[in-house]
């Protein structure tokens, strides 16, 4: 399969701080790695696509000025959180898909990070 | 647009049972249908996948899921519950071009003993 890391699992910070969240593919090559939070007992929710070199692409209802992601390789995306306050404590998942492969099975599917723990107090 | 259903936010069976998990999807265009397994605090992982080749897709764990295009439905199943099988399970579905996921709500299986 295609391994995604996350970094950190957890964090906790205080109010008004900013946090970053680091999105690895560690043994393929990403196409595009995209954003996920997800509540507790809920469903995932897209937040952003990123592409290698190129800004990202922003839900609706998602501020970009407060989420923000670089891309700055094909095996790493970030993600800024800007003057974290309590409402966006969340569970951040990333996923990424896989640029070429020979093994079809890889290819078209996003395998996901195993998500990064936010709690801001 | 393109959107999942999954019907029973929970589903509770005995270890052996047939377990069946039911997603119907809408989209304008053939889809790709994923089912992904999330164990509590991890990310997803990927069960099995459905991209136009063949119906009936078998997974890992066991796991297998049927597309019928003239129901929408992509349900997944497994003939034999285990108690490692408890876990919150995703429905998902993207268009070819984009590779956007759409999520379902999850469905929460138990498995009693």
């Known amino acids: 399969g295609a391994v995604v890391s996350q970094h950190p699992s957890w964090v906790i910070c205080k109010s008004g701080t900013s946090v970053k969240i680091e999105c690895r593919s560690l043994?393929?090559?990403?196409?595009?790695m995209f954003w996920y939070r997800q509540f507790p007992k809920q469903s995932l929710m897209l937040m952003a696509t990123?592409?290698?070199?190129?800004?990202?692409?922003?839900e609706q209802g998602v501020e970009k000025d407060k989420f923000l992601i670089n891309h700055a390789s094909l095996t790493l995306s970030t993600l800024t959180v800007t003057s974290a306050h309590p409402e966006d404590s969340s569970f951040y998942i990333c996923?990424?898909?896989?640029?070429?492969?020979?093994?079809?099975?890889?290819?078209?599917?996003?395998?996901f990070g195993p998500g990064t723990r936010l709690t801001v107090l | 647009a393109q959107s999942v259903t999954q019907l029973g936010s929970h589903v509770s069976v005995s270890e052996g049972a047939l377990v069946l998990l039911r997603c119907n999807y809408s989209?304008?265009?053939?889809?790709?249908l994923f089912w992904y397994v999330q164990y509590p605090n991890q990310g997803l992982q990927l069960l099995l996948k459905?991209?136009?080749?063949?119906?009936l897709v078998k997974g890992i764990n066991g796991f297998e899921a049927e597309f019928k295009k003239s129901e929408t439905s992509f349900h997944l199943t497994k003939p034999s519950a285990h108690m490692r099988d408890a876990a919150e399970y995703f429905c998902?579905?993207?268009?070819?071009?984009?590779?956007?996921?759409?999520f379902g709500a999850g469905t929460t299986v138990t498995v009693r003993a």
């Open positions: 990123s592409n290698e070199g190129s800004k990202a692409t922003y």
């Open positions: 998902a579905v993207s268009l070819s071009n984009d590779y956007k996921l759409s």
């Open positions: 996923s990424a898909r896989v640029r070429t492969s020979g093994r079809a099975e890889l290819t078209d599917t996003q395998y």
């Open positions: 459905y991209t136009s080749a063949a119906t």
């Open positions: 043994d393929f090559q990403a196409t595009t």
């Open positions: 989209s304008s265009v053939p889809p790709y």
